[in-house]
């Protein structure tokens, strides 16, 4: 350990505390100015902190930096998480169970009419173990678009969500409120459900009420919880350390943030799982009993939230970067004269390079590169959208896939709602196996190569949902009439199982590192905002798919799915020729790191005088 602190002046590590207002009460009672503690070490100048802030003072013998050497040759290793991210962790999967757990059954409430000989609850009658459980009767289209505009506002209110929480009211404050109104959501959707108001055909109203506020829950609380998560990973620093067998190892903030978002993702799918269970209540009991049981497990949220409320890191809101982000953005704009794609786009606004011609700006070196990494990170988000729409298909393509099968008794939609499973399965295997054997084997797979690779999973997905599709088709009673048929395609439902687990598997590539770059490129108070922006890429894909909902329908669904395959197969060469230099993009940014470039620099300058 001593060899690599060697030189550096030694600091005090002054981690953020979970609860600044302990701090504050804390100083005032040994009387210093709240919020300010001075420390100071031998042979170093006094450094200050600022306690419940996101800027630790570094500690280089507690966290030895590695040396260029070690860098190149020691193993990678992902830090501890702390308990605090544990339990957020469970606060997200109790909300999407729930999410998902109602979600699993729109389709079917919304596209079919109460089936007939059943107990008017929205089951079926069991005699047919073939037919599917409905309700409100709006056909395919209008509940494809229906579960669209879901997905879009439920992925486009996070923008708001994302920036009341960066600039006014922090984001632990904006999970809390997301969670109470998607309570009362849950609330009201379970009491529209309710057989009486179905028989009457009066369950639209209340169900949109519900439908629109779960949405807006949702999209409080989403974008909020990612970075949150990892706010709890506190000394975000690449340091070496030697492990019980004798190994020294470097502890690398990409694998530790990679592998607490494979970890949250898992919590994620644990609760999507929970639809599973959903779609049989819906089909063999009733809808009121199908949204109640996901509101039971959504109301274990706040008893989480209270339970961990002061072991957590909870942030206060500082303002926005974003104010700074889009100023800087325009002026490299007017600087390169709206040309984009120039070489010096970013350069031009560097304050070092705008001194030279006597012109000084408010913000630094770091800002104009965290606003460039930015840029960069939402360029790659931009093919999210195709990509989406090959993860499942177009709308609800593949529950209506489901429904022209034979299903032997299972639901039509339960396969589109196996996607969870895999995850769960495939992710502590990428995690605890994959990932670890790739690093001791120095293969790099880097975060482009990842994302790639999924991609290429999607493409082989949606070929297959097409081609399942056509022999749906081709074996049908109706022929291409098969959606509206009375009878069933001879073909099991289980043949979707392929297609259902390889866009489950290309999330794992996809997703999981877009979150890692959400949070790692972006300015410290624009994180929320950053991963936002990402989830929009959900929306924009729930556009784009109510584009299609006209060709959702019979006998063009073969090109439902088999569109999208080609159109991702396409910007998948693009996305791998345009970004395959951030595999080799240093992963995070530090204040420092442009401070000690200033600094050599000014040192050259008055050499050369």
Not at 240 to 246: D, I, P, R
Not at 481 to 502: E, G, K, M, R
Not at 527 to 535: M, Y
Not at 595 to 605: A, P
Request: aromatic share 12%; glycine share 8%; charged share 15%.
């Amino acid at each position: 350990m001593a060899e690599n602190v060697v030189g550096l002046t030694v600091h005090k590590v002054v981690e953020p505390d979970a609860d600044p207002d302990a701090i504050n009460a804390k100083a005032r009672a040994e009387g210093d100015t709240p919020g300010k503690h001075t420390h100071t070490t031998v042979d170093a100048p006094h450094v200050e902190s600022q306690l419940g802030s996101e800027k630790p003072v570094l500690d280089y013998e507690v966290y030895p930096p590695p040396t260029e050497e070690e860098r190149k040759t020691l193993r990678k290793v992902y830090d501890s998480i702390p308990i605090a991210a544990w339990s957020l962790c469970f606060v997200e999967l109790a909300e999407r169970a729930s999410y998902y757990g109602v979600k699993a059954v729109f389709n079917n409430y919304m596209q079919f009419p109460l089936p007939a000989g059943g107990p008017g609850t929205g089951a079926i009658d069991r005699s047919h173990p073939n037919s599917h459980a409905g309700a409100l009767n709006l056909g395919l289209q209008t509940a494809s678009a229906l579960g669209l505009l879901f997905t879009f506002l439920a992925y486009v209110i996070p923008i708001f969500g994302a920036w009341i929480a960066d600039t006014k009211i922090g984001r632990y404050r904006a999970i809390v409120y997301g969670v109470l109104v998607g309570g009362v959501a849950h609330v009201i959707m379970v009491g529209g459900a309710a057989p009486a108001l179905l028989q009457a055909g009066k369950g639209v109203a209340p169900f949109l009420i519900s439908f629109f506020l779960l949405a807006i829950g949702a999209g409080i609380f989403k974008p909020n919880v990612a970075p949150t998560i990892i706010d709890q990973y506190k000394y975000q620093r690449e340091y070496t350390k030697v492990l019980k067998s004798g190994e020294k190892v470097l502890v690398d903030p990409e694998t530790t943030v990679s592998h607490i978002m494979l970890i949250f993702y898992a919590f994620v799918n644990v609760g999507a799982f929970f639809s599973i269970a959903i779609v049989y209540i819906e089909k063999y009991h009733s809808f009121w009993l199908a949204f109640l049981v996901p509101g039971i497990v959504y109301f274990l949220l706040p008893v989480l939230l209270a339970a961990m409320y002061k072991r957590t890191v909870r942030k206060p809101p500082q303002g926005s970067d974003l104010v700074r982000f889009c100023k800087i953005s325009i002026s490299a704009l007017k600087a390169s004269k709206g040309n984009i794609f120039s070489k010096q786009f970013w350069h031009r606004v560097k304050p070092s390079v705008l001194a030279e011609g006597g012109v000084h700006v408010s913000y630094s070196e770091k800002d104009v590169d965290d606003t460039r990494r930015t840029w960069e990170a939402v360029q790659i988000f931009l093919y999210i959208p195709i990509w989406i729409l090959n993860d499942g298909g177009v709308g609800n393509v593949q529950s209506n896939q489901g429904a022209a099968m034979t299903s032997n008794g299972a639901p039509n939609d339960l396969l589109s709602n196996f996607n969870p499973l895999v995850i769960i399965v495939f992710s502590p295997l990428m995690a605890q196996i994959v990932y670890p054997f790739l690093e001791r084997r120095k293969i790099k797979f880097g975060r482009i190569s990842r994302m790639t690779f999924g991609f290429i999973l999607a493409i082989i997905s949606g070929v297959i949902g097409a081609i399942v599709q056509y022999r749906v088709y081709e074996t049908s009673p109706c022929g291409y009439n098969a959606s509206t048929c009375d009878d069933v395609s001879p073909i099991s439902i289980w043949w979707q199982i392929p297609n259902v687990a390889l866009g489950a598997m290309s999330e794992i590539f996809v997703n999981v590192t877009s979150y890692e770059l959400a949070y790692a490129r972006a300015p410290e108070h624009m994180r929320a905002t950053v991963v936002a922006l990402f989830l929009f890429m959900t929306a924009l894909s729930s556009a784009l798919g109510e584009i299609l909902v006209p060709a959702i329908n019979d006998p063009t669904l073969v090109w439902a799915w088999a569109a999208p395959a080609i159109a991702l197969f396409v910007q998948t060469i693009l996305f791998w020729w345009r970004h395959r230099n951030v595999n080799d993009d240093v992963f995070m940014t530090y204040e420092e790191d442009y401070q000690d470039l200033t600094g050599e620099k000014e040192k050259v300058e008055k050499e050369g005088k």
